[in-house]
């Protein structure tokens, strides 16, 4: 979608949303909406703002398919109806809970005027809290593995994933640098590097300038920095060309470890980490170098339930998290055929190690809430 259709569809958009908001507004300053009894408000509030709801989700589809209808191919539907519901929620919605505390007020509701008007103050709080202040906080978090990793030495693996920008700034930098604070001795990086802006293709520019922040600011590690495929933006190849970075996809290498033993680390391709082939997987193993242990990276942990026991440890993104958790109800969406089960963190299942993070970007909506973006150093030790 180019700049001026993505501007089209927000006129389309909003224009027709702030019409649905004033209809629901002006309904209850004209009826006895606001004086009805308990149970009789609360339902008439509740079909009033459902409505409202569905109506704006189908306007966010029909105004971006409207200005598009010769352009199909190229129309990300479900990316740019995200962003317009999520204008909604925190503009045309914000309004309409203002004008109803007013009605409510004006016939002497008092404590129904304080709940729309909370309402409106959790709303803002929430806003500044997804939109300006979580997506560019980073946490950098420490977790040890004590894997079947027999007596050899611990090993400080740097876990990086989607980076996911359209363009390189103080953000990323800073989550680069920090990486290189902790000192690994091997960084794996799982996937979506860089990508387009809406409506403006910045993906190799971003990926030049994130080739140029890498080498600034000396991006490596002692036993080598691996990387693999992710679903967005260029290769892995083309990403990192001219670089210390080594792309694995459905690939392996060995790595010498200070002990003397040697590490095995397999890269799986887009198509591989979602799928659940045993024998494929165990065949992809079996051809590489052989190895005293063995990781294995991908952007998608959707394949692990299929993984052979004998790998030490995977390491996965591609979910960030759900980018938003939601108190008592949880993240209302996890990218991962197994929901929530994969979503982030260190999972241990029928002795197979998977560490899952967040990321250090945002996918669709620009926004994280209590999700941080976040660096992993994993520390991998033999099992107690």
Not at 47 to 61: C, G, M, N, Q, R
Request: hydrophobic content about 45%; glycine content about 10%; charged content about 20%.
């Amino acid at each position: 979608m180019t700049p001026e259709r993505y501007f089209l569809a927000l006129i389309l958009f909003h224009t027709t949303t702030l019409g649905l908001a004033a209809g629901v507004a002006v309904r209850w300053w004209r009826s006895e909406r606001a004086s009805r009894p308990g149970g009789q408000w609360i339902r008439a509030l509740l079909i009033d703002v459902s409505a409202a709801s569905i109506a704006t989700y189908a306007v966010a589809l029909l105004a971006t398919t409207a200005v598009n209808l010769d352009y199909g191919r190229r129309v990300y539907l479900g990316e740019i109806s995200g962003r317009l519901m999520g204008q909604a929620l925190f503009g045309e919605a914000i309004l309409l809970a203002a004008a109803l505390a007013w009605a409510h007020r004006r016939v002497g509701q008092r404590l129904r005027a304080a709940v729309c008007g909370a309402c409106v103050a959790a709303l803002v709080l929430v806003y500044v809290e997804a939109y300006r202040v979580e997506p560019r906080m980073l946490k950098v978090r420490q977790h040890v593995v004590n894997a079947d990793f027999r007596d050899a030495a611990p090993i400080r693996i740097l876990h990086l994933t989607d980076i996911q920008t359209p363009s390189i700034g103080a953000h990323e930098e800073r989550a680069l640098r920090a990486g290189l604070a902790a000192h690994p001795d091997l960084i794996v990086l799982t996937g979506d590097y860089v990508q387009d802006a809406l409506g403006s293709p910045t993906e190799e520019d971003a990926a030049r300038d994130l080739r140029a922040l890498m080498a600034r600011i000396g991006f490596d590690a002692p036993l080598g920095v691996y990387a693999t495929e992710g679903d967005v933006g260029p290769s892995c190849r083309d990403v990192f060309a001219g670089t210390p970075v080594q792309c694995l996809v459905d690939a392996s290498t060995v790595v010498a470890l200070p002990d003397g033993d040697t590490l095995g680390i397999t890269g799986l391709s887009r198509g591989r980490g979602r799928e659940r082939d045993s024998a494929w997987l165990a065949w992809l193993l079996s051809k590489g170098p052989g190895a005293d242990h063995r990781i294995v990276i991908s952007h998608s942990p959707d394949f692990v339930d299929a993984m052979p026991v004998s790998v030490d440890l995977v390491l996965a993104g591609h979910t960030h998290g759900g980018q938003v958790d939601l108190p008592l109800v949880g993240r209302p969406i996890v990218p991962s055929h197994f929901g929530q089960r994969y979503a982030s963190g260190h999972i241990v299942e029928d002795g197979r190690h998977l560490f899952v993070t967040t990321g250090i970007g945002t996918s669709i909506l620009p926004v994280r809430f209590r999700v941080p973006p976040e660096i992993v150093l994993l520390e991998l030790h033999a099992e107690e």
